[in-house]
């Protein structure tokens, strides 16, 4: 069983930054490809940025790219999304996943990841 915990919420002014962290407590961490989603208030969750286990492979959602950075260090068996140029609309609950290899599901839908976080509280001051 693979138990995530986020960190790096908070409140931010529009055009700041953020970096939230997924720690995660499995050791078979790079085996898992891992992705951001956020959901805000009266709206479906939604994908945000995917990452592979290798970290060679980088997806991100087209209301994100430009501003928003994935990576990994499997070594410290986290992963991590770095948030720049923030917005109002980026205001949101955000989610840390992991997707299992035989996880046949695509990387941007949720049903594609097996583990979840509890969710990281981001809101954007404008």
């Known amino acids: 069983q693979v138990h995530l915990v986020e960190s790096g919420g908070g409140l931010v002014q529009a055009g700041g930054s953020l970096r939230l962290s997924c720690a995660a407590s499995?050791?078979?961490?790079?085996?898992?490809?891992m992705g951001w989603f956020r959901q805000a208030p009266g709206k479906e969750r939604e994908f945000v940025a995917a990452?592979?286990?290798?970290?060679?492979?980088?997806y991100y959602a087209d209301s994100v790219k430009g501003r928003f950075t994935i990576s990994r260090d499997n070594a410290k068996n986290t992963v991590y999304l770095q948030m720049n140029k923030l917005k109002p609309e980026d205001t949101a609950v955000y989610y840390c996943?992991?997707?299992?290899?035989?996880?046949?599901?695509?990387?941007?839908?949720?049903?594609?990841?097996?583990?979840w976080g509890q969710g990281a509280q981001v809101t954007v001051s404008s």
């Open positions: 996943a992991a997707r299992r290899l035989l996880n046949s599901g695509r990387y941007y839908e949720t049903y594609g990841y097996d583990y």
């Open positions: 499995e050791r078979t961490f790079s085996v898992h490809n």
């Open positions: 990452i592979g286990w290798s970290g060679g492979s980088t």
